[in-house]
């Protein structure tokens, strides 16, 4: 079973550049976009209801930004786009889907940059994350398995980005966005991908200026996050960064299906 996350940099100009295509080949049970910048009615028609396919699309309130999307191949038992704070709601940032014993999480996290290239959201960002961890703990006390899936907007180590020493001071790596990542992971929380995948190279975003992709110069700021609960269904994580059509690639997990099961 095979669950893919995706930061499609603007579902228009993706579906333009074969994503409708690429999901039909990619043998995925759930797929979760981020940065949708569409509304409802904008969606390309091939992705707003592709056959064989349940799909979701969770808009933020201003018009091309944000937005989450959820495609499986089976229809939820229930989903949420809630995290209980109108600053929060109101972005489109979060679709918290449950299939059984499965809880999937499909996240958009802030950035933390300003409107003035500064680091004012950052407080914003910070406490995004912190909302959302309260969320997925009734889940959790419930005893079932959660994924969050998405881009998270942090490189969590120095592995994790190809400049770290130039990026000290840039959202995304800044000591105290990192240190966030660190609460999560020394709480239950795994990094899928680092448990299958040690070294350096591997990343998930690159800039589209100064040929960033092709030299591979880039941030591992998508993952699949897995409780212990869910961990133990976890058979494999990958990247896959020859995909095209964003200046982010796909992310995702390969999972025993049973992990929806009682």
Known sequence: MRIISW???GI???TKKGLAEWLHTSEASIVGFQEVRALHHQIPKELLAPSGWFTAYHPAQRPGYSGVGLLARQSPDEILTSIGEERFDSEGRVQIARWGRLVVANVYFPNGG???NDNSRVPFKLEFYQRLY??????????????????????HQEID?????????TTGFLPEERAELDRWFSSGWVDTFRQFVTEAGWYSWWSQRQMARPRNIGWRIDYVVADTAAMPFVKDAFIHNQTMGSDHCPVGVDVDPAIVAA
């Open 7 to 9: 930061n499609i940099n």
């Open 12 to 14: 228009r100009a993706a």
């Open 114 to 116: 300003g409107k003035n």
């Open 134 to 155: 309260q969320q997925l703990e009734a889940h959790r006390l419930a005893q079932r398995r959660v994924l969050v899936i998405g881009d998270f907007n942090t490189a």
């Open 161 to 169: 980005l190809a400049r770290p020493a130039e990026n000290q001071k």
